[in-house]
């Protein structure tokens, strides 16, 4: 891992490059691994034993929520993280980047990132990473705190990869929560 002393705007621009890098390497390696494992913490015979605790906040979700879980929930979801963080450093070790692939600044943000992940308020997360909601962790997911049969993965992509292969459709777009919202319905179309 480098460590950043420098905070000269080059340097600031170098660390949003690499925290950009790093994220997008990162969430795809991670979100392949989770959704699944996220479909299957909620299948019949396991949601009400372990996942459904998470899910009991839905209105007024926060970056806490992330760790209101069982043991087993606790541990499983964020090791997906890390199986994607070990398998983005594996790969650029294989192409000699592994001092430069990483710094303290991008595992700042990258914690931050992972935090927002289930932030109520979008807004937080898109200030770190200003993508499109489908993209955005925060927002893609918080789709899925709302309709729990909806959006297991954290991104959009991870979720049609999966859909693809179990031939299902579990997707929802993140905009037609806050259109809902603004026109007081509840019911997704």
């Given at each position: 891992?480098?460590?950043v002393?420098?905070?000269?705007?080059?340097?600031?621009?170098?660390?949003v490059?690499?925290?950009?890098?790093?994220?997008?390497?990162?969430?795809?390696?991670s979100?392949?691994?989770?959704?699944p494992?996220?479909?299957?913490?909620?299948?019949?015979?396991?949601?009400?034993?372990?996942h459904k605790v998470?899910?009991?906040?839905?209105?007024?979700?926060?970056?806490?929520?992330?760790?209101?879980?069982?043991?087993?929930?606790?541990?499983?979801?964020?090791?997906?993280?890390?199986?994607?963080?070990?398998?983005?450093?594996?790969?650029?070790?294989?192409?000699?980047?592994?001092?430069?692939?990483?710094?303290?600044?991008?595992?700042?943000?990258?914690?931050?990132?992972?935090?927002?992940?289930?932030?109520?308020d979008?807004?937080c997360?898109?200030?770190?990473?200003?993508?499109?909601?489908a993209?955005?962790?925060?927002a893609?997911?918080?789709?899925?705190h709302?309709?729990?049969?909806?959006?297991?993965?954290?991104?959009?992509?991870?979720?049609?990869?999966?859909?693809?292969?179990?031939?299902?459709?579990?997707?929802?777009?993140?905009?037609?929560?806050?259109e809902?919202?603004?026109?007081?319905?509840?019911?997704?179309?």
């Amino acid at each position: 891992m480098f460590l950043v002393g420098d905070l000269s705007p080059m340097s600031l621009c170098r660390e949003v490059l690499r925290f950009m890098v790093a994220l997008s390497c990162i969430g795809m390696f991670s979100d392949l691994i989770f959704s699944p494992m996220h479909r299957l913490a909620h299948h019949r015979l396991v949601y009400s034993k372990s996942h459904k605790v998470h899910h009991e906040y839905t209105n007024k979700i926060t970056s806490l929520v992330l760790y209101h879980g069982t043991y087993l929930d606790d541990f499983l979801m964020p090791v997906t993280t890390t199986f994607g963080s070990f398998l983005y450093v594996w790969l650029s070790s294989c192409v000699g980047c592994q001092l430069s692939a990483n710094s303290n600044m991008v595992e700042l943000l990258m914690v931050l990132n992972t935090l927002f992940s289930h932030a109520h308020d979008v807004r937080c997360a898109s200030l770190i990473v200003p993508v499109p909601d489908a993209l955005n962790f925060a927002a893609y997911h918080r789709v899925h705190h709302i309709h729990p049969g909806n959006n297991f993965g954290l991104t959009l992509p991870s979720d049609l990869v999966w859909d693809a292969l179990l031939g299902c459709k579990t997707i929802r777009n993140p905009a037609q929560i806050d259109e809902q919202r603004e026109a007081g319905t509840s019911k997704i179309k």
